[in-house]
Nanobody
Framework: VQLQASGGGLVQVGGSLRLSCAAS????????MGWFRQAPGKEREFAAG????????YYADSVKGRFTISRGDAKNTAYLQMNSLKPEDTAVYYC?????????????????WGQGTLVTVSS
């Protein structure tokens, strides 16, 4: 399984960005996808996740109401729409994939990771 994340960049406070993550290779018939982020000097943390069907999502409290995760029609792509961005959202964002019916929220529960895309929110 290969994951390719894209869409990061520099944005001003209050702005928006949309991250994309495309899965390829030998994927599972059912899999969850998640977005994590890691700020300098901090541990990687969960931001948002979506289950295999797209019918269930989960968000960290810090992004709830501002970020929206979704899956493309082909289900092998996940998007993270980030609105009302704050300086504390600055981090490298990673997408992750885990096969199965569940919606994991811990980094250790995901076996496959993308390369990360940097989001910088300037004030």
């Amino acid at each position: 399984v290969q994951l390719q994340a894209s869409g990061g960049g520099l944005v001003q406070v209050g702005g928006s960005l949309r991250l994309s993550c495309a899965a390829s290779g030998r994927t599972f018939s059912k899999y969850a996808m998640g977005w994590f982020r890691q700020a300098p000097g901090k541990e990687r943390e969960f931001a948002a996740g979506i289950n295999w069907s797209g019918g269930r999502t989960y968000y960290a409290d810090s992004v709830k109401g501002r970020f929206t995760i979704s899956r493309g029609d082909a289900k092998n792509t996940a998007y993270l729409q980030m609105n009302s961005l704050k300086p504390e959202d600055t981090a490298v964002y990673y997408c992750a994939l885990e096969g199965g019916w569940e919606l994991p929220i811990q980094p250790i529960e995901y076996d496959y990771w993308g390369q990360g895309t940097l989001v910088t929110v300037s004030s």
